[in-house]
């Protein structure tokens, strides 16, 4: 027996009260969707849009023309169940249109320009924002999948109307998986749930949310559902009597209060419950909020007086009360949420919301389609309804250009559960559970992000990994000198502060390996007697140039080209052997005066540009060496890795030396520069006796020699007569470092120090 057929018999007796949301009707999923029941649907439309939809079904059940289903079905009835759905959103002429073509350029070779030529330009771009892109162009299935899901949300952002149509379209596929294999039924599910009905949540669409999630944890869970559902059947038969009872209750007391109210049982999904259970480790029994009551009353006004008419009715349970009207969530849904205790002592959830609210609250960004709702009694415009996000997407897009990295991003963004926060100035920003003032900072503006330096939330200083928490007042401290921190990205929850960070991190490394890889090939090219081509692109011969060096060298550009040989992954010497023969062939000849600079230094000017100098404010494109930890005063080598920079190591480090005999064309000339930026570590091992205040006898001889420790290890051994410690510590030169071993050795503890190397 199929999941779906083993669903259809327990459902119906399952899931009660949710058996519209929840289970299929039943001309949904009949062996042929017709195109009668789709014109049914559609008399919001004008006559004229009816013959323009009616055109779109002719052209793609054409198209699909001898295409069937795996269910046996023709597939002409997919493109006009999505239709449907889209119908029930009211979505105008141009989404109908789209949803009934949205397979063809996929599917059926079917070319964008013969769209735009038969049906506008942009039912043609709604439709070319749902075509996947070729999987034969990627090497990996997950690699197509990334990039074709960022078309899809680019296209999104630009027009909702393309997620609403492949949301419709990922529904109609959920609730027909019958006849999908098992394994691509589960990966379909999984995709589903871990995407796309986060996705629907995000834009307020919460029925098409909820059915995507327990379709989906039916798929990939079907004896969890089964035994759940049938736990959730028989509790209801036992609540049945007291359901009944509150029902009466509330219906009387809303009427004795004189407030118009519709009062409608709602009951949690199967996964709904499911996941609570997963969360807090408990039984069904102990999950009490199986069931609830929504009503909608005509007014805001009256949201708030019947919530006095049920606090007066039964006792609300302590801490369970929200307010979404007055603070709505960041999908713009809003309602009062209070949990009674009924009389039987059970907890029973109740939302009270309007007409306006409830529009909002099932079908979201889909409200403005079908009840034109907005801008009265305090709710918001479903125009704007996850417009922040949106935007969002075109921003992390901006400075993302791997496409696994921009789904992971927008996974991130698309965690549900939210903290409410204020600006000193009092406006409410919505964030992920788990937020920090890093991500807050981020959220109002990247600049303030970029610079932020320290944060204030309720007016005392916070570390920047805080948690921030709903009501929190946050307020950002910045300078114009600082940027942003690598270790932030262990700590931020939004996705857009992760991309902004990672974005100012690849920019100033790239900005830094540019220049360094500029250095390294006009140093190499000297020795070959010529001056490295100008970079002006109003320099005809010099453009030329580089563009044939950079179709030699398979680079893009001639910045991508410096960056290369700045991370070792071209070899300056060769690309300056490269460019001197370009060079000779349009008639420009070595220099005698720039070959002795070039291989004799004796120009007081030329060791300054061939020579990398170090001074401490080096990013990703130097590093100094782990093994060795050079420090002002040391001789310095500089080793040019395969794609990770510059590694200088001491002149007398064997891990060095050996790399040098290995390597030697990748070695060039570091030195220190004459003004440092910071101190530097090096690393020191100490040889104690041990005793009562050891530790604090070592820490005391190197802060009196003004240094600092910054890592501390003493081994898993147990303590014994001796013990050695080893040490960073930072320190501003050789001589610096030589006054700290001095006063080491004169502590009374200290048997022997030395500085480690390899």
């Not at 801490?319 to 039987?344: C, E, M, W």
């Not at 099932?362 to 034109?372: R, V």
């Not at 070959?528 to 893009?556: C, F, V």
Request: one cysteine or more; a positive charge; aromatic letters at 6%.
């Amino acid at each position: 027996m199929g999941i779906r057929s083993l669903a259809a018999e327990l459902l119906p007796s399952a899931l009660g009260l949710q058996r519209a949301a929840f289970a299929p009707p039943p001309e949904k999923s009949a062996p042929a969707a017709s195109f009668a029941a789709l014109t049914g649907k559609l008399g919001y439309l004008s006559k004229a849009e009816h013959r323009q939809v009616l055109d779109a079904f002719r052209f793609a059940d054409e198209a699909h023309l001898g295409q069937f289903r795996a269910s046996g079905e023709p597939y002409i009835t997919h493109p006009i169940a999505v239709a449907g759905l889209c119908a029930d959103w009211k979505l105008d002429v141009q989404a109908i249109m789209a949803a009934l073509l949205h397979d063809t350029i996929e599917d059926r070779g079917v070319t964008k320009p013969v769209l735009i030529e038969r049906f506008g330009a942009p039912t043609a771009e709604l439709v070319d924002g749902l075509t996947k892109l070729d999987k034969l162009s990627f090497g990996t299935r997950e690699e197509g999948q990334a990039e074709s899901f960022r078309k899809m949300l680019l296209a999104m952002a630009r027009d909702v109307r393309v997620i609403l149509v492949k949301l419709a379209d990922r529904l109609h596929n959920m609730r027909t998986m019958a006849a999908v294999a098992p394994d691509k039924r589960q990966r379909i599910a999984r995709e589903t749930l871990e995407i796309y009905a986060p996705i629907a949540h995000r834009l307020g669409l919460n029925q098409s949310y909820r059915e995507l999630q327990e379709l989906s944890f039916e798929c990939l869970h079907p004896w969890r559902h089964t035994a759940l559902a049938k736990a959730v059947a028989k509790a209801r038969g036992h609540r049945r009597d007291i359901v009944e009872r509150v029902r009466r209750d509330v219906e009387r007391a809303f009427a004795d209060a004189k407030i118009k109210a519709k009062v409608s049982g709602r009951e949690k999904t199967v996964y709904s419950i499911y996941r609570k259970m997963r969360e807090k480790h408990a039984g069904f029994a102990q999950v009490s909020d199986v069931f609830g009551f929504r009503i909608v009353v005509p007014t805001q006004n009256d949201c708030y007086l019947g919530l006095g008419v049920l606090h007066q009715l039964y006792k609300p349970v302590p801490g369970r009360f929200k307010d979404f009207i007055a603070i709505p969530k960041a999908n713009g849904y809003q309602s009062l949420h209070t949990t009674l205790v009924s009389p039987v002592g059970t907890a029973v959830e109740f939302q009270l919301r309007t007409d306006a609210m409830h529009a909002v609250a099932e079908t979201g960004i889909a409200a403005h389609w079908l009840y034109k709702v907005g801008g009265k009694d305090g709710s918001e415009d479903p125009q704007r309804l996850g417009a922040m996000w949106l935007q969002s997407l075109i921003d992390i897009q901006d400075e993302t250009r791997d496409s696994a990295e921009f789904l992971e991003h927008v996974k991130i963004d698309l965690f549900p559960d939210a903290v409410y926060v204020f600006t000193p100035k009092s406006k409410i920003l919505a964030l992920p559970r788990g937020a920090t003032p890093v991500d807050f900072a981020y959220a109002i503006h990247s600049d303030i992000g970029d610079h932020t330096v320290a944060a204030k939330v309720n007016g005392e200083a916070v570390a920047l990994r805080t948690e921030l928490r709903s009501g929190d007042v946050v307020e950002i401290v910045t300078a114009p000198g600082a940027r942003p921190n690598p270790a932030w990205l262990t700590t931020v929850r939004t996705g857009r502060a992760r991309s902004k960070i990672r974005h100012f991190l690849k920019t100033m490394e790239q900005d830094e390996s540019r220049a360094m890889g500029e250095k390294m090939l006009g140093q190499a090219l000297r020795a070959e007697g010529l001056q490295l081509p100008s970079a002006d692109p109003s320099d005809e011969t010099a453009a030329a140039l580089w563009q044939q060096l950079t179709r030699w060298s398979g680079n893009r550009g001639r910045g991508e080209l410096m960056v290369d040989i700045a991370l070792g992954r071209k070899i300056a010497g060769i690309v300056a052997k490269r460019l001197a023969a370009l060079m000779a062939e349009r008639g420009i000849r070595p220099d005698a005066v720039t070959l002795s600079l070039g291989r004799y230094g004796s120009d007081d000017a030329a060791p300054t540009q061939g020579v990398v100098f170090i001074d401490g404010s080096e990013g990703g494109s130097v590093k100094l060496a782990a093994c060795c930890r050079p420090v002002p005063g040391d001789a310095l080598v500089g080793y040019l890795g395969r794609g990770e920079g510059l590694l200088v190591h001491t002149a007398d480090c064997q891990v060095g030396k050996r790399l040098f005999e290995r390597d030697r064309e990748r070695f060039m000339q570091v030195e220190w520069a004459e003004e440092l930026s910071r101190p530097f570590e090096t690393a020191v091992l100490v040889l104690v006796r041990n005793g009562k205040g050891v530790l604090a006898q070592v820490a005391s001889a190197i802060a009196a020699a003004e240094a600092d420790i910054t890592h501390l290890d003493m081994g898993e051994e147990h303590a014994r007569e001796t013990a050695e410690l080893k040490l960073l510590i930072s320190v501003r030169d050789r001589l610096h470092l030589a006054g700290v071993l001095r006063a080491l050795r004169r502590a009374p503890p200290v048997l022997h120090v030395n500085r480690i190397k390899p």
